[in-house]
């Protein structure tokens, strides 16, 4: 009985906080945002209802990182409060565990990371690409979006692309890879050292075509010095369906990934990305089972030290999910070590401090 009326008040205790600090964190995390947003809506006369639309399809994305610093503080200062009013000190001398007492935030942990993931997986790549079509269409007015660099997309029909350079100057692009789908077999592969556009033809120059069996070995090999693919549509209308990995589902990333990497591109980006979609909404449960045990440590330092040592592990992880990230996608470590290191290191030191607080 006095198991659960001690577990209760511990989530009530985490609730109110940590409603404190999604909003906290989301006026913090949108303010270069919003500066900016109030540049375009004094300098270039923008819309309030169109600034107000991308602040509202930018929201998903923030408090996605919001998340898991809320969670954190929310348990340092739950917690660590009942540490220092000795309240805790009471709740174990009954008789209960301290991995007992804190389940009810383990398991709010886990609500909390599903939720995040799914708001990543389903909802902000949708927010993104609609963010960036808004400011590609509505601010700048540019009717169609120009080539990036870089970025792995889908054309008309059953073709793919990929462009490594964009020669902007000269109008040309470089190191260009097509992939020519098959209901049967593997995709035909064009790679090209040059391309240029004109019309609803994409010209291919110095480049190789190839063609692969079911088991995945070249049966074809043609070298050429030009060919022209029309694609049906104004390439101007094809390149607009570019998406950058922020705006890609896990199954989109997994799409790409399968189709590109056949060719020897260099797919690191999509790897990790497809991976951190798991490994950062994970980190609200982490940082449940990292704050609980760090709270009975220093919570009774009060709660400006919660608060403090809160932002800075959020700090800390954050800086080395940036660091290892470029450290994947650059390939000085393996992609999948790059998404999911920071996420490990952190869960490993959690669970080893939740095991000694228990023990004691």
């Excluded at 940036?322 to 030191?349: D, K, M, S």
Aim: proline share 3%; with cysteine; glycine share 8%.
């Amino acid at each position: 009985m006095h198991n659960k009326i001690f577990k209760r008040y511990i989530l009530k205790e985490f609730t109110t906080p940590f409603l404190m600090g999604i909003a906290g964190m989301t006026v913090i995390l949108m303010s270069d945002l919003l500066f900016e947003l109030m540049d375009y809506l004094v300098s270039r006369r923008t819309p309030l209802a169109v600034v107000l639309k991308l602040i509202w399809f930018k929201l998903p994305e923030i408090i996605i990182l919001t998340l898991p610093v809320a969670v954190l503080l929310a348990v340092f200062m739950s917690v660590g409060r009942l540490v220092k009013d000795s309240e805790m000190t009471v709740m174990r001398t009954a008789g209960i565990s301290f991995v007992s007492l804190v389940t009810p935030l383990i398991l709010l942990g886990i609500v909390i990371s599903s939720m995040a993931f799914l708001l990543g997986d389903y909802i902000v790549p949708k927010a993104n690409a609609e963010f960036e079509e808004v400011i590609r269409r509505v601010i700048f007015q540019d009717n169609l979006p120009q080539i990036e660099e870089d970025v792995f997309f889908k054309g008309t029909g059953n073709y793919y692309f990929y462009v490594r350079f964009v020669d902007r100057t000269n109008g040309v692009m470089k190191d260009v890879l097509v992939y020519r789908t098959n209901y049967i077999g593997l995709p035909e592969i064009i790679s090209a050292k040059e391309a240029c556009y004109e019309e609803k033809t994409f010209i291919l120059k110095d480049g190789i075509s190839r063609e692969f069996d079911e088991a995945g070995f070249v049966t074809s090999e043609k070298k050429f010095q030009k060919v022209a693919i029309n694609i049906g549509q104004d390439i101007d209308t094809i390149f607009g369906v570019q998406k950058s990995t922020g705006e890609m589902t896990r199954k989109e990333l997994a799409e790409q990934n399968a189709i590109f990497s056949r060719s020897g591109a260099n797919v690191n980006e999509l790897i990790v990305d497809y991976h951190r979609k798991v490994s950062i909404p994970l980190v609200s449960l982490v940082f449940v089972l990292l704050g609980a045990p760090l709270s009975i440590k220093f919570g009774k330092g009060g709660t400006f030290l919660g608060v403090g040592l809160a932002i800075g592990i959020a700090l800390i992880y954050y800086v080395l999910s940036a660091l290892f990230r470029t450290l994947g996608i650059e390939g000085i470590i393996a992609p999948i070590l790059g998404a999911w290191l920071p996420t490990v290191f952190f869960l490993t030191i959690g669970v080893s401090l939740l095991w000694e607080v228990e023990r004691v």
